[in-house]
């Protein structure tokens, strides 16, 4: 299977490496228009396209505050123009979305967020996100593969180690998790099989920013400090515009496939040895 990946940051080119020669890695950067985006799939002439890009803020999502547009651009009117192409062209489209559109505890009784849930999304980020969601969940031969919180074996500032190794206060909440060489392996089986619909592609299980540190510090750096502060203090102390999406996703749609990741402390204990 060859694959076109679309956006040449860190997931892109976390995946584009595992994949090999299957797959090409390009920058959104100058895809303005449909046209654009059907001279990359001619000239790569892919079995599928993985759209790995977006905004998300730099040097984090509260950049998307005051920068709207750059945000609704490529986190929407980008991932419609690329769809738009794969459809042209009958390529099958896998397109990263975020865990992010929903905040705090589902209406189902274990809290748990459902692929057919509709997002109560409340930052800039997080809206766009859920807007190319909303339009995109309704195309044939579209995939949308939502990831939480990824956590790498692989130093990089998007990996979720790195930056809570780096902060001095830290909240402690519960999440789902991506663990990223699980993520990797799930995503080239969608679009295998050309999964349509919306796709939860998160460890099973509940990882606290505590369990996370532990293992740091087993594992890394055994005297790492850091403070323990809310998510209500982490906007009171400046330290965020708005309070951050905590939630726990439910990845019926992957089971449904047959697809199945590892147990997420398990994996999370794993991966801390190989970040090691």
Not at 42 to 47: F, G, I, T
Not at 90 to 116: N, Q, T, V
Not at 227 to 252: K, P
């Amino acid at each position: 299977m060859k694959v076109l990946v679309i956006g040449n940051g860190y997931i892109g080119n976390r995946c584009k490496n595992a994949w090999g020669e299957q797959a090409a890695v390009e920058s959104a950067r100058n895809l303005n228009t449909k046209d654009d985006a059907l001279k990359l799939l001619d000239k790569h002439q892919p079995d599928a396209v993985l759209n790995a890009s977006g905004r998300k803020g730099e040097p984090n999502v509260d950049w998307c505050e005051t920068h709207q547009m750059e945000t609704i651009i490529g986190n929407v009117k980008l991932p419609i123009l690329i769809a738009e192409a794969c459809q042209e062209r009958k390529i099958y489209l896998l397109h990263m979305g975020s865990g992010c559109i929903f905040y705090g505890r589902s209406p189902h009784p274990d809290g748990a967020w459902r692929e057919s849930d509709f997002g109560n999304p409340e930052p800039v980020y997080s809206r766009s996100k859920w807007a190319a969601d909303l339009v995109l969940s309704t195309l044939p031969n579209v995939g949308i593969a939502r990831i939480r919180m990824p956590i790498d074996s692989v130093s990089h500032p998007g990996n979720l180690i790195d930056k809570l190794a780096s902060y001095k206060k830290i909240i402690d909440v519960e999440n789902s998790v991506t663990i990223i060489d699980d993520m990797i392996a799930v995503l080239h089986t969608l679009m295998e099989m050309r999964g349509q619909g919306i796709f939860h592609v998160t460890n099973p299980g509940v990882v606290r920013h505590r369990d996370i540190m532990e293992l740091y510090k087993k594992y890394v750096q055994p005297d790492h400090e850091n403070e323990w502060i809310t998510n209500d203090e982490l906007v009171a102390q400046g330290m965020a515009t708005r309070g951050r999406s905590n939630n726990i996703l439910a990845s019926e749609n992957l089971e449904k496939l047959g697809i199945h990741m590892r147990p997420a402390l398990e994996a999370l204990e794993e991966t801390m040895k190989k970040y090691r």
